[in-house]
Every structure is written in C-alpha cells, then in structure tokens.
C-alpha cells in the first residue's frame, strides 16, 4: 500500500482542533493533535462475536486489515478487509473555501459503509471513542460530560471542569478550554470499562468507575451511517478589546444548531464537498501529473490553520496562526505565501487576512512608515509581539515575559506612541509592505471589494513611498526567508517591492485614480530597468554582487499574473531551468547557503515557467518528499532537501501557496477566467 502523505488529516475544524494520523496504517497507532500531543482515538467494529480496531490500538481488539488510503479535497479515505466483510471509511472535513458558513461550522463527519459476503450479522455495530486529553493542553485534568439526546440521534459531550478560557497564547499547544462532542445513534460520556464491555462482549453500556479515564463514545449499527466530532471553543479571539465567537456562531447560534444543521444537511454538504473536489481534480489536470496529491495535501491543512470570525463594525477577519513557528496571529508574511488558494475559491478571504494589520497599523503604538509584521500572538490580537523591545524599566518592566510559558502578552496596542514598544531592527519593513500592496491588488483583481482598498488608501501610499525609497537596495534587514541570516541588497526583495510598486498601480487604476496609476506604472518600469542593470544577465545572485549564488525568486510571480511582466518571460524560463539543475531528492534549496527550501515557494516558482515539463519536474520532489519524509507530522514548509526531515514550521497557512501553480493556469482577474 502506497504511501501518499507523512501525515493523514482526520478532523481539522481550526487551529485549536486539528486531528490527524501519523501512521501508514490507521489503526497503527495512537492519532495526534497537529502539535504532536498524543490524542488517543479509537474506532471499531464489531462483527459475528469479534471486536477490530480500525482507528487507534487498544488491547483486546483485533487490528483489522487495512487495504487501501487515498485523499480528496476535503477527506480522507481508507478501506479494509475483515473476515467476511469490507469496511469503508471516510474522514471529512467540510472547509469549504467559498462557503462561509459551512467553514466555520465546527463539525466534522466520520463517514462508514461496511459490504458482507452474507447477511448483516446481528451482533454488527461501529463504534468511536475519544480519550478525555482531548479537553486539555499538557497536564492532566479533570474532566466532565454528559450526553444530549437529540432530534433522531446523541451527542455525548466533554470538558475540563474548570475551563481556562483563552489561557493559552502560545505556539505549540492544544488548548485548555472548549467542549467536545461526539455523535452517533447512541453516544455515551463513559470510562475505561464501558470500552472494555464493547470490546470483549460487544454491547454498549453506560459504565462508569472510579480513577478511570473518561472517554466519549459513539456507537452505530446500521451497516452504513456517519459519526460527527465537533468542537465548541466558546470565545475563539479577542479582537483589540472586542471577545468574539467564530463566524458561525453569530446571531446567537449555538454548537447544539451546528451539529443538527450539520446532520438535517449531510447529503447536501456532501455533495458540495464531492462537486468543489470534482472541478479541483479536472482543475489540477491542466497542471500537471500528480498535482492533484499535492493540492489535497495542502487544501484542509491550510484552510484549518484559520480562524474565521467577524467583528463588531461587520469586517470580516481571516485569522491565521503560525504553527511551529512562534504562534503569531494575522501575521502578513504568513498570509502572503498563502493567498493563490484563496484567490482562486474566495478572495474576499484575502481581504478578510488583512483587515487587523491595517487596523493595528493605524494604532498610536505602531508609529513606522511601513506595514506590521502581525497582530499578536494567536488567539489574542493584541498588537505585534514580535520585534517587541526587551528591556526592564517602569515603563516596560520586562512586559513580554518570552521565558513564562502558556502565556498572554499584555495589551500592546493601547500604549502610546511615546513607549516606544518596538525594536526597528528586527522589523520587516520592504517584506511586510510589499505583502500588503501585492494581497490588497491581487484580492481587488481576484473579485474581491474594493472597499477595504478605499479605506485603506493613505496606508497604502505610505507604504509604497516606502518601497520607492528603499525598495531597489534593501538595506540588511530582516525578510521571510532570512533563516540563514539576513544580508544588504536581497534581489529577491528588490522584486517583490517591484512588485509592490506594480500593486499599487492596479489599486489605483481600479479605484479610479488613472494619473496615479499611470504614474507608478512608469514608476515600476524605471525600478525593473535599474534592477536589471544592477543583477545583469544570467542567473540572478541572492544579493547584489554575490557571484555564483542564486535564490529562489518567488516574488517574480506576481510581476507575471499582474500582466506588467517587467522581469520578462525569458527571466522567469532561464531561472526555472536553472532551479531544476539544483534540485535534490526532495527538493530545490531555497538558496544557495544551505540545503533546506520552502515548499511553498517552490511551487510558486513551478508558477513561473510556462512549460508544464518544467512545471512538474519543479513539484515532483515535494511529492517525494511528502511520500517519504520521516518527519511524520502536518505538510512542512521547512525541511532539508535532501533527507526530508523537518527542519522548523509545520501545519502551517502557507502551503495555500501550493495552489499558485493552478492559479497562474486559471488566471486571477475573475473576469478573464475560463
């Protein structure tokens, strides 16, 4: 059996509940939450007086076989053999890009069929447990529950008794608030015996001890049925001193409403799920071999690392959490990389990533002339924590406390612009401001509002005075990609403030403002004429003047789907041959310094060839490296190209930047689409 991924999604709703399988073999081993925390899991069935175990290990029940495992968009597939019967299971997670509501309602479905030679036998049921540490972070605590009997089915829920809301404003962490819920024909909040009773007499039973663990359990005995998991977080961010609940929940909704909407719609969500897969799989055709494998991989992944929820003046908020990475909320860098998935299925998404860093941006606190680099640490929007000074006086008094850990920072964004908060140099300026300008027109061109551009527009101006100042020669400051160290006169900075540069004429074009468009137009063509006089012919250096180096020069992309074009076809082809004569096993190196790379910029840079050939020998390595890798967790973005180990940054948005390669297939003015 083939091996498609290091890591299986199960259930991804956000980035507090991310479920998923390290294991080739589902029932292989316990599952896990994406920060590697152990979540013990288990699925069974039942048939002619024996227990299997098709999820998870659990003595006494009998491992059965699995046959087959394949992904799609939105699930995960697995089939196996027992004696005399075939069971099908699918995992689905219903992120639906382009439908709001279905993608912040927190239920997922467990989805099952099982075929018999004979006769159903009598004594058939399936059953799910989940282990009570899936209601705290790391440290054991005591949990409680109970079970709901709803319209035609049950939904048995848990908690930690004493829920420490919002508490943990941290990287790599499970939370320790929220309840979970689990659904089936019968459902159960039981301990260890009551698992033990199924596994070796076969009956459900309410059964609960004394010093045992606790556990929700589901069981169905219809031969084909569905389970659902769900996870109400209660407040999912705080927002500048606004608590707001996820998107779905507005107007007073209730996870009790998301679990019966989610069962009354089941076949219609569904078939949404199987219609988006359907023109997603002919979609990726046109790409390339394989490419497909690659897209799903990345879909469920970068869509759950989000939080959607809106707040009180009605902005819609696309929040994303870097995942081992430092926890950072909203960040722009973070964004970037992802939006090709979200230009293609929703770009008001792209807006919606981008409102906090304009609001905080506006803030007495951030006093620069260039964009921030994020807006807190997930879930608390609070203002940016990185780059924060470090330093012990009355006004600061050690205030970031980076050593004390869960922690929350204080409230940055209230503070004056007299406390000086921030260290300019480990700030982002040509980055961050490039990022900007680029997701504000490429969102705009896409088919999103203009609105936010309109109110944004003196943000905008400064930002891009900015690039014009400094964006030809960056100074040595720190950029996305600076793991190796960061250096003076980065090319491929230079292109995405280009880039920049050509952005801000399209907002201003599409705003209406033709003189201003047309200005910064010629604007960026003296910019690509200075810069290509500087890099001169040949394989552009990672810094100016940096002979025999090279770099992966990503940022091209947009001067490509933007139409200006002002680094040339003829750039984009010699720089993509050239990328296919380094590659590794798994993987092009992101530079020429070390032999790490960025997945996601790899397929950006397969975005920048227009020969499919070259295209596919871009990816193919990081199908390698997913099938092979031995870093068993979520899609990494940073990892050694030649042993596939992980190196940093895991589960993280950025792999949205998979989809560039379809992006540039499809177009990204809407109006010009196929």
Same mark, same amino acid.
């Given at each position: 059996?083939?091996?498609?991924?290091?890591?299986?999604?199960?259930?991804?709703?956000?980035?507090?509940?991310?479920?998923?399988?390290?294991?080739?073999?589902?029932?292989?081993?316990?599952?896990?939450?994406?920060?590697?925390?152990?979540?013990?899991? +288990?699925?069974?069935?039942?048939?002619?007086?024996?227990?299997?175990?098709?999820?998870?290990?659990?003595?006494?029940?009998?491992?059965?076989?699995?046959?087959?495992?394949?992904?799609?968009?939105?699930?995960?597939?697995?089939?196996?053999?027992?004696?005399?019967?075939?069971?099908?299971?699918?995992?689905?997670?219903?992120?639906?890009?382009?439908?709001?509501?279905?993608?912040?309602?927190?239920?997922?479905?467990?989805?099952?069929?099982?075929?018999?030679?004979?006769?159903?036998?009598?004594?058939?049921?399936?059953?799910?447990?989940?282990?009570?540490?899936?209601?705290?972070?790391?440290?054991?605590?005591?949990?409680?529950?109970?079970?709901?009997?709803?319209?035609?089915?049950?939904?048995?829920?848990?908690?930690?008794?004493?829920?420490?809301?919002?508490?943990?404003?941290?990287?790599?962490?499970?939370?320790?608030?929220?309840?979970? +819920?689990?659904?089936?024909?019968?459902?159960?909040?039981?301990?260890?015996?009551?698992?033990?009773?199924?596994?070796?007499?076969?009956?459900?039973?309410?059964?609960?001890?004394?010093?045992?663990?606790?556990?929700?359990?589901?069981?169905?005995?219809?031969?084909?049925?569905?389970?659902?998991?769900?996870?109400?977080?209660?407040?999912?961010?705080?927002?500048?001193?606004?608590?707001?609940?996820?998107?779905?929940?507005?107007?007073?909704?209730?996870?009790?409403?998301?679990?019966?909407?989610?069962?009354?719609?089941?076949?219609?969500?569904?078939?949404?799920?199987?219609?988006?897969?359907?023109?997603?799989?002919?979609?990726?055709?046109?790409?390339?071999?394989?490419?497909?494998?690659?897209?799903?991989?990345?879909?469920?992944?970068?869509?759950?690392?989000?939080?959607?929820?809106?707040?009180?003046?009605?902005?819609?908020?696309?929040?994303?959490?870097?995942?081992?990475?430092?926890?950072?909320?909203?960040?722009?860098?973070?964004?970037?990389?992802?939006?090709?998935?979200?230009?293609?299925?929703?770009?008001?998404?792209?807006?919606?990533?981008?409102?906090?860093?304009?609001?905080?941006?506006?803030?007495?606190?951030?006093? +620069?002339?260039?964009?921030?680099?994020?807006?807190?640490?997930?879930?608390?929007?609070?203002?940016?924590?990185?780059?924060?000074?470090?330093?012990?006086?009355?006004?600061?008094?050690?205030?970031?406390?980076?050593?004390?850990?869960?922690?929350?920072?204080?409230?940055?964004?209230?503070?004056?612009?007299?406390?000086?908060?921030?260290?300019?140099?480990?700030?982002?300026?040509?980055?961050?401001?490039?990022?900007?300008?680029?997701?504000?027109?490429?969102?705009?061109?896409?088919?999103?509002?203009?609105?936010?551009?309109?109110?944004?527009?003196?943000?905008?101006?400064?930002?891009?005075?900015?690039?014009?100042?400094?964006?030809?020669?960056?100074?040595?400051?720190?950029?996305?990609?600076?793991?190796?160290?960061?250096?003076?006169?980065?090319?491929?900075?230079?292109?995405?403030?280009?880039?920049?540069?050509?952005?801000?004429?399209?907002?201003?074009?599409?705003?209406?403002?033709?003189?201003?468009?047309?200005?910064?137009?010629?604007?960026?063509?003296?910019?690509?004429?200075?810069?290509?006089?500087?890099?001169?012919?040949?394989?552009?250096?990672?810094?100016?003047?940096?002979?025999?180096?090279?770099?992966?020069?990503?940022?091209?992309?947009?001067?490509?789907?933007?139409?200006?074009?002002?680094?040339?076809?003829?750039?984009?082809?010699?720089?993509?041959?050239? +990328?296919?004569?380094?590659?590794?096993?798994?993987?092009?190196?992101?530079?020429?310094?070390?032999?790490?790379?960025?997945?996601?910029?790899?397929?950006?840079?397969?975005?920048?060839?227009?020969?499919?050939?070259?295209?596919?020998?871009?990816?193919?390595?990081?199908?390698?490296?997913?099938?092979?890798?031995?870093?068993?967790?979520?899609?990494?973005?940073?990892?050694?190209?030649?042993?596939?180990?992980?190196?940093?940054?895991?589960?993280?948005?950025?792999?949205?930047?998979?989809?560039?390669?379809?992006?540039?297939?499809?177009?990204?003015?809407?109006?010009?689409?196929?």
């Amino acid at each position: 059996m083939k091996r498609i991924l290091p890591s299986y999604p199960l259930w991804i709703i956000d980035p507090n509940f991310s479920v998923w399988s390290p294991c080739d073999e589902l029932n292989g081993g316990d599952t896990l939450f994406w920060t590697g925390l152990s979540r013990r899991t +288990y699925g069974f069935v039942r048939a002619n007086g024996t227990t299997y175990c098709l999820l998870g290990r659990r003595d006494g029940a009998r491992q059965l076989k699995q046959t087959d495992v394949s992904v799609s968009a939105f699930g995960t597939h697995y089939t196996f053999e027992g004696d005399g019967f075939t069971l099908k299971v699918d995992f689905v997670s219903p992120l639906l890009p382009n439908d709001l509501k279905r993608l912040s309602c927190p239920v997922c479905y467990t989805e099952y069929e099982a075929s018999f030679e004979g006769e159903v036998p009598a004594d058939f049921s399936v059953a799910i447990a989940l282990d009570e540490e899936y209601c705290y972070n790391n440290e054991n605590a005591k949990t409680v529950g109970g079970v709901l009997p709803l319209n035609g089915y049950e939904a048995a829920f848990m908690t930690r008794l004493r829920n420490l809301v919002m508490s943990n404003a941290d990287d790599i962490a499970a939370p320790d608030w929220g309840d979970v +819920y689990l659904t089936g024909e019968e459902a159960f909040f039981v301990t260890d015996a009551a698992l033990n009773e199924y596994i070796f007499a076969g009956e459900a039973k309410y059964v609960r001890k004394d010093r045992e663990r606790n556990y929700l359990f589901a069981v169905s005995k219809s031969p084909k049925g569905y389970f659902m998991t769900a996870f109400d977080d209660k407040v999912s961010i705080f927002y500048f001193g606004e608590w707001l609940k996820g998107y779905y929940f507005r107007k007073g909704k209730t996870i009790i409403d998301a679990l019966n909407e989610s069962r009354k719609n089941h076949d219609d969500i569904l078939a949404q799920c199987a219609a988006f897969d359907k023109k997603l799989k002919e979609d990726c055709e046109k790409v390339g071999k394989d490419y497909y494998t690659l897209a799903c991989a990345a879909l469920r992944q970068s869509v759950g690392a989000h939080k959607l929820v809106e707040n009180a003046k009605g902005d819609l908020l696309f929040l994303s959490k870097e995942c081992d990475s430092n926890g950072c909320i909203g960040t722009a860098d973070v964004s970037y990389p992802s939006i090709p998935l979200f230009l293609i299925y929703n770009p008001e998404l792209v807006n919606a990533m981008m409102t906090g860093i304009f609001d905080f941006a506006k803030m007495p606190v951030w006093t +620069y002339d260039f964009a921030p680099h994020d807006i807190g640490t997930y879930p608390w929007c609070i203002g940016q924590v990185y780059g924060v000074k470090n330093r012990d006086d009355k006004y600061s008094c050690n205030m970031t406390c980076f050593w004390e850990y869960p922690r929350t920072h204080t409230m940055l964004y209230l503070r004056p612009a007299a406390s000086e908060v921030y260290e300019e140099k480990y700030q982002m300026p040509v980055e961050e401001c490039g990022n900007m300008l680029i997701m504000t027109a490429a969102a705009m061109l896409a088919g999103a509002s203009e609105k936010q551009a309109k109110k944004n527009f003196p943000l905008l101006k400064k930002w891009v005075k900015y690039l014009e100042k400094y964006g030809l020669k960056p100074s040595n400051q720190l950029c996305t990609d600076d793991f190796a160290g960061h250096l003076a006169n980065n090319a491929n900075l230079a292109i995405k403030a280009l880039a920049g540069l050509e952005a801000f004429s399209v907002v201003c074009k599409r705003l209406g403002k033709d003189a201003l468009a047309q200005e910064y137009r010629k604007k960026a063509e003296k910019f690509a004429e200075d810069f290509k006089a500087i890099v001169g012919e040949g394989i552009m250096p990672l810094a100016y003047g940096m002979e025999g180096s090279y770099s992966l020069k990503y940022n091209i992309l947009f001067d490509k789907l933007f139409g200006f074009s002002l680094i040339g076809q003829d750039v984009c082809e010699r720089e993509t041959s050239y +990328y296919i004569q380094k590659n590794e096993r798994c993987g092009v190196p992101l530079d020429t310094r070390r032999d790490y790379t960025k997945s996601d910029w790899i397929l950006w840079c397969a975005a920048l060839t227009d020969e499919r050939e070259k295209t596919e020998a871009l990816y193919a390595p990081v199908l390698t490296y997913l099938a092979e890798s031995s870093s068993r967790k979520p899609f990494g973005d940073w990892y050694d190209t030649k042993t596939g180990l992980i190196e940093h940054f895991f589960n993280r948005t950025v792999q949205g930047g998979i989809f560039a390669p379809l992006l540039k297939e499809l177009g990204l003015e809407k109006g010009k689409r196929a």
